[in-house]
């Protein structure tokens, strides 16, 4: 113990200085409790300033927005040199032509359901109504792709007295394009289809290119009447076409005769199904009704119709017969198959080599009948005719007798 108390009292450290440890203690202490104090008055002096600088600014704007206020208020006019009265007479001075029947472009811009705004760049907005948007009857007119931002082409045709707009119409314009896409096709003399919308005792009203054309009884191919043809597409050519007197006068007989002078004798036509019958169904083939007998099917017996064909079908008939006077049509699938029943097992196969099989039937429809004229020549040689080999008529050749042929030495027939 003694030896480490003497150890430990052996050592010498430096003297402190007390004056200069108390000052130094004293200002450290000073210094570090000043600091804080002193940072935090600086921020919020910048606070407050920051929040005056704010303030006056949203007074000054304030002072602005009120000073404006009060000049719209009293003196809305004051340091403008365009006035109303200005503007007024400039629209005064603008060339627009509001007269009924003018033609002008406009844009339209809202629509609802009586019809639509346009704006043709006139002293007020044009309105078009909704009877006037279309030729054809509509119940809003974005049916005929009038909607918001359409530009396009309209015609005046009256004014609103309650606020002097005008009132335009698109309907009239279709109009004139109707009659001369109507005048076009007679000129052409085209067959074109027409629905029956109408009637009255002397004829059924038809709807042509947006037109309501008059079909005479007496031009209907059929003895229907107007409530059987009610809603049907019948084929119309045109008679009488008069955009001034507003007359559109049709005949379905003439268009049907065109249509019929085309059915030769075994050719082959597309046609649908109509409706079926326990003797055959009836074929559309272009707006003529033609008979598919049930025994013209097939080759093989049918015991339901209806396993084989269904309205609305459609399939390729070849033409047997054509009555004109009777307005009668014979078809066939019969004649087509390549091998009896595939009319019944294999329909398609049928119409696929429906025109090669036609063929082959008009080659022996036309063999049988230059034998038919030959055995007619054979017997009336005064006809002054012959028949070459190929089945072509000519005149008589050299080698026969100009009074005829010698029939002295033709055996009898019978012993």
Not at 67 to 84: H, I, L, N, Q
Not at 241 to 247: A, G, I, L
Request: glycine letters at 8%; hydrophobic letters at 40%.
């Amino acid at each position: 113990m003694a030896s480490l108390a003497q150890q430990i009292g052996g050592l010498k450290c430096p003297p402190f200085s007390t004056a200069m440890n108390s000052k130094s203690l004293f200002n450290s202490k000073n210094h570090h409790c000043s600091a804080l104090p002193r940072k935090r008055s600086v921020i919020s002096a910048a606070a407050v300033a920051i929040t005056n600088a704010q303030t006056r600014e949203r007074m000054k704007l304030k002072e602005m927005f009120e000073d404006a206020y009060e000049r719209c208020r009293t003196a809305p006019m004051e340091g403008v040199s365009f006035t109303v009265d200005d503007f007024n007479a400039a629209l005064e001075k603008y060339d627009f032509n509001s007269e009924i029947g003018t033609k002008v472009k406009g844009t339209v811009f809202k629509t609802d359901g009586n019809g639509a705004l346009v704006d043709i760049t006139a002293k007020s907005s044009a309105y078009l109504p909704l009877r006037e948007a279309s030729i054809h009857s509509i119940k809003h007119v974005g049916e005929a792709g009038i909607v918001p931002g359409l530009r396009e082409e309209f015609v005046i045709i009256g004014e609103n007295e309650a606020d002097d707009s005008l009132i335009l119409s698109l309907r009239s314009i279709q109009y004139d394009l109707a009659w001369e896409r109507c005048r076009q096709l007679q000129a052409e003399d085209v067959v074109l289809k027409g629905k029956v919308v109408g009637g009255n005792k002397g004829g059924v009203v038809a709807l042509v290119e947006g037109l309501r054309g008059f079909v005479p009884f007496s031009q209907v191919s059929t003895k229907s009447t107007a409530e059987e043809l009610l809603d049907k597409e019948l084929p119309l050519k045109f008679v009488e076409v008069d955009e001034e007197q507003s007359r559109l006068v049709l005949s379905n007989r003439k268009a049907m005769a065109d249509s019929q002078a085309q059915l030769g004798i075994g050719s082959v036509v597309v046609g649908t199904v109509q409706s079926l019958k326990p003797y055959g169904a009836f074929i559309d083939i272009g707006g003529i009704n033609g008979l598919l007998h049930v025994s013209q099917i097939s080759h093989d017996r049918i015991s339901d119709l209806a396993t084989v064909l269904q309205p609305g079908d459609t399939l390729k008939v070849m033409i047997l017969s054509h009555d004109r006077e009777r307005g009668r049509v014979s078809l066939s699938t019969k004649k087509l198959e390549p091998t009896p029943g595939d009319m019944i097992r294999n329909p398609k196969l049928v119409f696929e080599k429906a025109e090669e099989m036609a063929q082959t039937f008009r080659q022996r429809i036309a063999q049988a009948e230059a034998m038919a004229r030959a055995d007619m020549l054979r017997f009336q040689p005064e006809s002054g005719l012959t028949l070459s080999s190929e089945g072509i008529l000519g005149p008589l050749t050299s080698d026969l007798p100009a009074e005829g042929m010698d029939l002295s030495d033709i055996p009898p027939a019978e012993e």
